[in-house]
């Protein structure tokens, strides 16, 4: 029975609070870049973000939704290119070729009426994707 405990605890030992890890995926991945207005929700990007490429300024708002949607201050993790272009000064001609580089490389996804978000499960690839530029294949 020894090492059967053992085995059990080693796997529980796996588990994470899924909540909590997200959060700090988040924050890791947009404190650098951008603060959420408490009152307002609004985003206020800072020097660090309009230094970013415009691909990783896409992803920093569409990361910065999940957190607010989080946070409660919004009703879907959802945006439309045209909200995306509203929070990242982005122009609307760059954002769409973006969402749908960063859709088609794996970082984030689409719904059928063209809006975008980062998949909870993503968190990680957005934050490498930042970090680093590139998605490893």
């Known amino acids: 029975t020894t090492e059967r405990s053992m085995t059990q605890k080693s796997l529980e030992d796996l588990t994470v ?9 988040l924050y890791d991945s947009l404190n650098e870049y951008v603060q959420i207005g408490e009152q307002s929700g609004r985003l206020f990007p800072n020097e660090e973000f309009r230094d970013l490429s415009s691909d990783k ?12 949607d989080e946070l ?8 439309s290119p045209s909200e995306i272009n509203e929070d990242s ?22 719904d059928e009426e063209g809006n975008y978000r980062v998949p909870t499960p993503h968190l990680e690839i957005a934050r ?9 294949e």
């Open 89 to 110: 000064g982005i122009k609307t001609g760059t954002v769409g070729p973006k969402v749908r580089e960063l859709e088609e490389e794996g970082v984030i996804e689409s």
């Open 128 to 136: 490498e994707y930042i970090e680093e530029g590139e998605v490893d």
């Open 57 to 68: 300024s896409v992803l920093v708002v569409l990361l910065s939704q999940k957190a607010r």
């Open 72 to 79: 409660g201050m919004v009703e879907t993790d959802w945006m």
């Open 17 to 25: 609070d899924e909540e909590k890890l997200n959060e700090e995926i």
